[in-house]
């Protein structure tokens, strides 16, 4: 199958996902001492192995609706689905789900338009938007960078509008499209660091809500220790680690691995960081095993088909 870029992705956001989702909640000490090194099941959800959460879940669900056409509504009304009836949930029911991501589906239940629907308040700032974002790379790899921002604010602000969380999005899809262009992992960093910052200095934000992302974007990340990066649901705790897990590792398999053994919000954490590492390394790098015990596994492979055939149909 070769690198498959867009297979690779999605299948790196699930496996993360599903190698995350029975240790979730467990301490970095926890996991010091009893590591992460292969699938398993049960233990914190009581899911069956291979079993991939909400991450995986809405990301399949913004994946499936780019195959047809970037529509904003398109994306709310599956992302419902969903949180009703299950619609691309690994097995037919939904088992996790985050408050805002809860709150802002409910809004859109009720009626509200996607483009108002996303919580817009500092302590709505987990990372509900950055686990499903990255599909947004196929549609925008060839765009300008404010196209690529307004773009990416729109679909975190869906369930997450407040410019910490849209910001942190913003990195992670430029830095992931710096990678797509066959950047190598330093060099795709150091440009996204670049096109950010430029892109920063040409418009008026918060200063206060910029100096946030100092680490990331005007220092290497790869230099501090692991105890000065977190591993909470907090978005910018999930940026950071995401991109130090895959400046850290070698291959797609050490880096999901470090992602999930960091603890806190291990699923989630994986899957931000799967996605990078899988579109990284290529598909041929992620163990076979894994994608044997995934699940639904042949249902992520056909949307993955769609995806690669019909992206280039909905280019504006």
């Known amino acids: 199958m070769m690198n498959k870029p867009i297979h ?50 809405l990301t399949f669900c913004l994946a499936d609706s780019l195959t047809y056409r ?25 088992f996790d789900v985050g408050g805002s991501t809860r709150n802002s589906i409910l ?7 996607p483009k108002f629907s996303g919580n817009f308040f500092e302590e709505d700032n987990g990372n509900g938007s950055l686990m499903r974002i990255i599909p947004l790379v196929f549609y925008l790899k060839d765009r300008e960078v404010k196209e690529i921002f307004n773009t990416v604010k729109e679909v975190s602000g869906i369930t997450h509008a407040h410019f910490r969380s849209v910001f942190s999005c913003f990195i992670y899809v430029q830095y992931a499209i710096e990678i797509a262009q066959g950047k190598d992992k330093i060099q795709a960093y150091y440009e996204m660091q670049d096109k950010v910052s430029a892109f920063l200095s040409d418009n008026e934000f918060d200063t206060q809500e910029v100096k946030l992302f100092n680490r990331i974007l005007n220092n290497n990340i790869a230099n501090l220790e692991e105890d000065r990066i977190g591993s909470s649901g907090y978005v910018l705790d999930s940026l950071e680690a995401s991109i130090w897990c895959l400046l850290k590792e070698d291959t797609f398999q050490s880096t999901v691995l470090k992602a999930v053994n960091l603890g806190g919000d291990t699923d989630t954490t994986a899957a931000i960081a799967g996605g990078l590492a899988g579109l990284l390394y290529g598909f041929d790098a992620i163990p076979q095993h894994w994608i044997n015990r995934l699940a639904r596994a042949e249902d992520i492979k056909n949307l993955c088909d769609r995806l690669e055939r019909n992206i280039h149909k909905i280019k504006k």
């Open 8 to 57: 690779s992705t999605l299948f790196g956001v699930a496996i993360g996902d599903a190698l995350g989702v029975p240790v979730e909640f467990k301490s970095r000490e926890y996991l010091k001492v009893n590591p992460v090194v292969d699938m398993m099941g049960f233990m914190c959800w009581n899911q069956p192995p291979g079993t991939w959460s909400d991450d995986s879940s």
């Open 107 to 113: 809004r859109l239940i009720k009626g509200e338009s």
């Open 70 to 94: 970037y529509d904003l509504n398109s994306i709310a009304k599956r992302f419902v689905k969903w949180y009703k009836y299950g619609h691309w949930a690994a097995h037919g029911k939904v």
